[in-house]
């Protein structure tokens, strides 16, 4: 996936998920950790992962299995993540989306503001930047290298995604749309 029609599909999913980011920032003030795939049939779906009970390691690994079982060639993924020195700077959310493919990704960072309600009132944007070196930025190697999957792992991946799939999004999308 190489072309610059990929280029712009990321650059499409990107700012999607920013604009959607943003949205449910506005509207709900929560901020889901989530992963959208786009296969080469143009299928898109949008899967919710806050409910998911799995250490960060096996969650990874579901996730990839997710992207193969539904022949991603794209995603974008979004996460909050905690950032600084407890002991000599105050902690911040910071909310992490990623658009990539096996060659490419665009990240780009927000500092999470929450009211004293703990809702999400506001996102700032810290940065974006992209590059090729996709195996060496958290949450932008989902689809690179090759992982095995061991027979129980894809059983047990495969009854957790028959099981989500009722709440998952799906949608068509035209390439670079």
């Known amino acids: 996936m190489e072309t610059s029609a990929s280029r712009e599909l990321l650059a499409d999913l990107f700012e999607e998920y920013s604009l959607w980011y943003s949205s449910l920032a506005e509207e709900y003030g929560t901020l889901p950790r989530s992963i959208s795939g786009v296969g080469g049939n143009g299928r898109q779906y949008?899967?919710?992962?806050?409910?998911?009970e799995?250490?960060?390691?096996?969650r990874n690994k579901y996730i990839r299995f997710v992207l193969d079982e539904m022949n991603s060639?794209?995603?974008?993924?979004?996460?909050?993540?905690?950032?600084?020195?407890?002991?000599?700077?105050e902690l911040q959310e910071i909310l992490d989306l990623v658009?990539?493919?096996s060659g490419h990704y665009i990240k780009g960072s927000w500092r999470v503001v929450r009211g004293e309600d703990g809702r999400v009132t506001a996102l700032l944007h810290l940065g974006t930047r992209e590059g090729d070196d996709t195996e060496k930025h958290p949450g932008s190697w989902f689809l690179t290298g090759s992982i095995r999957?061991?027979?129980?792992?894809?059983?047990?991946?495969?009854?957790i995604w028959?099981?989500?799939?009722?709440?998952?999004?799906?949608?068509?999308?035209v390439a670079g749309e």
């Open 54 to 58: 799995l250490h960060h390691m096996v």
């Open 149 to 159: 999957f061991s027979e129980p792992e894809k059983a047990r991946y495969a009854a």
């Open 46 to 52: 949008i899967y919710l992962l806050d409910g998911l």
């Open 99 to 101: 658009a990539a493919d």
């Open 73 to 89: 060639l794209a995603y974008a993924y979004g996460s909050i993540d905690l950032r600084g020195e407890s002991e000599e700077e």
């Open 162 to 173: 028959e099981a989500a799939l009722p709440g998952v999004t799906f949608k068509e999308r």
